[in-house]
């Protein structure tokens, strides 16, 4: 039990981790996005011309190159997007105390004490709450 408990736990902060890293991956990739907007409007033309059908074919392969780079960009900030709504459903499922907890524990790293501390609850209590926030981000993972 006590090795599913830390498996779980170990998925649960690499999913924070990937909340909190989310808005600097979207910059990072709506960076790139205006990188390959740019380099795409650069690409010649296709040209139907008889005469140069080599230029043509390396012309059209550029283009869609840098148009499937773009989708995929899109693509992967739709999904990161996705992770954050998911995650807001997360916390608005929680109560405000597990909350409280969630950002104490996840987002801030305080140790168990000192959130049991500043939130007038039992250590006992603060993991109970804890095992109820792993279990349940299950559902939204």
């Known amino acids: 039990m006590k090795q599913l408990m830390n498996t779980l736990e170990e998925k649960f902060r690499k999913w924070i981790n990937e909340i909190k890293e989310a808005p600097s991956k979207i910059k990072e990739l709506e960076e790139d996005i205006k990188y390959y907007n740019m380099k795409l409007i650069g690409c010649n033309a296709v040209s139907y ?13 550029s283009l869609f190159m840098w148009l ?8 992967a900030i739709e999904k990161i997007i996705s992770k954050i709504k998911a995650f807001n459903s997360f916390v608005s499922a929680l ?21 049991g501390l500043k939130l007038s609850v039992s250590k006992t209590r603060i993991f109970e709450m804890k095992s109820n926030i ?6 939204y993972m």
């Open 49 to 61: 011309d008889r005469v140069s059908t080599s230029t043509t074919n390396n012309s059209q392969s």
């Open 68 to 75: 499937s780079k773009i989708e995929e960009t899109e693509q």
């Open 95 to 115: 109560t405000k105390k597990e909350q409280q907890v969630l950002d104490m524990l996840f987002m801030k790293r305080f140790k168990q004490k000192e959130a």
């Open 134 to 139: 792993i279990y349940l981000s299950i559902l």
